[in-house]
């Protein structure tokens, strides 16, 4: 059976919109290639506030949606570019996002399809919709994908149950959308195509205000678009430069595909292959716990305060507030290999302080028991997402290398 994705790993949202106002960050790679900037696989992108200016390390990029097997398109930016999540969410009009095409819905009977995508501290509720989708020269055809939508049928009570917020809103979201380019293909996998209590009840079929849990299978689940891409399918690469201070934006690439073309030739990296969990393992002082690397987490969120030995915020118990900067050391490591990553954790209400800079690679948080490798290990690395089952030149997915 495979995970349930969505919960794996999850978008830390609330805590990435936390806007500037309270909320670890790695020492960056020097040997870092420099940014691909050109060629029809490349895709700007961008660490700002976002579309609702209160995103504190949020990477951005503009994503283009077609009506299937048409011209009828709209561009649409600030969209969360999330390596720790699989297929595009956006949010519709009726909660402040830029989406106004009309796509065609998925339907199961006489019933509309909708998904409640739950993540660690919210989730997203909404119709499946169906979409071509545009990045950089790229394009996957009928793609499913997450309408997020308030005005969608009535919430069911266990989307609810998690006790977390329902993000339907530009200020919620922070963003007009996710783009999850994770290393798997769809977003629940083989758990959702289950009928009965083994079914996880992410897609449900809708008819007026009443929805049910449904079986989806996997080509009607929401799709990674990397996957569907005619070339260039194997995963892609985060390229952003190093970061020694806060600052109100950075600039970088994502480059689709891995050894598939010159720009993407896959240089010395270690290669993090995933467990049956969809994890690798980091040791600290001793002790070895589950990670995972993802650009859609705003900070290094990792372990607790008894274990780190950081204060959290007062005023935010989602990050970290030291008296002073502390440094650290951890080990990444999997049955293929090992490398040593060197942080710094900072005071979030200080790096917050200032309202203009969004961009910090000394940010952190608590998370128990884990290891989130969020956007901070990003600066200064070239950080590949190879999709499961597609073949690379230093070996087959799902892994991370950098």
């Known amino acids: 059976m495979t995970a349930l994705r969505l919960w794996v790993w ?27 900037t050109s060629g029809s696989n490349v895709q700007p992108i961008v660490v700002n506030s976002g579309p609702a200016n209160n995103y504190a390390n949020g990477l951005f990029t503009t994503v283009t949606i077609c009506v299937p097997s048409t011209s009828t398109c709209q561009d649409i930016g600030g969209v969360l570019v999330d390596t720790g999540s699989y297929g595009l969410r956006l949010l519709s009009s009726a909660g402040g996002g830029m989406l106004t095409l009309s796509l065609p819905s998925q339907t199961t009977g006489s019933s509309q399809v909708g998904e409640c995508a739950a993540f ?68 629940c996998g083989g758990a959702c195509t289950e009928t009965g209590t083994t079914n996880p009840g992410l897609y449900y079929g809708c008819s007026g205000t009443t929805c049910q849990v449904i079986a989806e299978s996997l080509t009607e689940q929401v799709q990674n678009p990397v996957a569907l891409f005619p070339t260039d399918n194997n995963g892609l690469i985060i390229e952003l430069p190093a970061v020694s201070e806060p600052a109100p934006s950075l600039n970088g690439s994502m480059v689709f595909g891995i050894g598939t073309q010159s720009n993407n030739s896959v240089g010395s990296v270690s290669v993090f292959p995933l467990n049956s969990n969809g994890e690798f393992s980091t040791t600290f002082k001793g002790q070895t716990y589950p990670s995972f690397v993802d650009s859609g987490s705003n900070a290094l969120f990792f372990l607790d305060a008894a274990t780190t030995g950081l204060t959290v915020c007062s005023d ?15 080990t990444t490591f999997s049955s293929a290999s090992k490398t040593n990553i060197s942080f710094t ?55 991370w290398a950098y």
């Open 10 to 36: 999850p978008v830390l949202l609330a805590a990435a919109a936390i806007m500037a106002s309270c909320g670890g960050g790695s020492s960056h790679n020097n040997s870092m290639a420099p940014i691909v």
């Open 316 to 330: 935010n118990s989602g990050f970290y507030c030291p008296a002073a900067a502390a440094n650290f050391s951890a």
């Open 345 to 399: 954790v900072a005071n979030a209400d200080s790096l917050f302080s200032n309202r203009a800079d969004y961009v910090f690679n000394t940010l952190a948080g608590p998370n128990a028991g884990t290891f989130d490798w969020g956007l901070p290990f990003f600066f200064g690395r070239d950080v590949y997402t190879a999709i499961e089952s597609r073949t690379t030149p230093v070996g087959s997915g799902p892994f």
């Open 120 to 187: 660690v501290t919210g989730y997203t509720w909404g119709p499946v919709h169906s979409a071509d989708i545009k990045i950089s020269g790229e394009m996957a055809s009928n793609v499913p994908v997450q309408v997020i939508d308030p005005t969608f049928a009535a919430v069911p009570p266990d989307c609810k149950s998690g006790g977390v917020p329902e993000d339907d809103s530009l200020q919620a979201l922070g963003a007009n959308g996710i783009l999850g380019v994770g290393p798997y293909a769809q977003d």
